[in-house]
């Protein structure tokens, strides 16, 4: 079960700091994504972070958004800077690469 929180309106510029809580059993042992579903489009991959801390982007975020976890809190975080229009979708966690039941997700709009 994952719930995701924090999107709010923001203008462009701003930052915004999602969570993710996950609940369930050894989760310190799986890697675990962030994803996006922009208007009219499909869900897209945003970052990943391994069990180990390991962290990879999707180019159009990398150096803006910043992915990290709390093994202890079953919690899973992203961190979006310098946040443009195109940014405005919902936002997911999931395990990454194999997805489960998805969340309902957070909303994020950035004003222009």
């Known amino acids: 079960h994952l719930v995701e929180s924090g999107g709010r309106l923001v203008q462009a510029g701003g930052s915004l700091r999602l969570s993710c809580a996950a609940s369930g059993r050894a989760f310190d042992t799986y890697d675990m994504g962030w994803y996006r579903q922009a208007p009219g489009k499909g869900r897209e991959f945003v970052a990943t972070?391994?069990?180990?801390?390991?962290?990879y982007y999707e180019d159009s975020v990398r150096g803006r958004f910043t992915v990290s976890r709390d093994n202890a809190k079953n919690a899973v975080f992203l961190q979006m800077n310098s946040l443009k229009p195109e940014d405005t979708a919902i936002y997911y966690c999931?395990?990454?690469?194999?997805?489960?039941?998805w969340g309902r997700g957070t909303q994020v709009i950035v004003s222009s």
């Open positions: 999931n395990k990454y690469p194999n997805a489960v039941a």
């Open positions: 972070i391994s069990w180990y801390n390991s962290t």
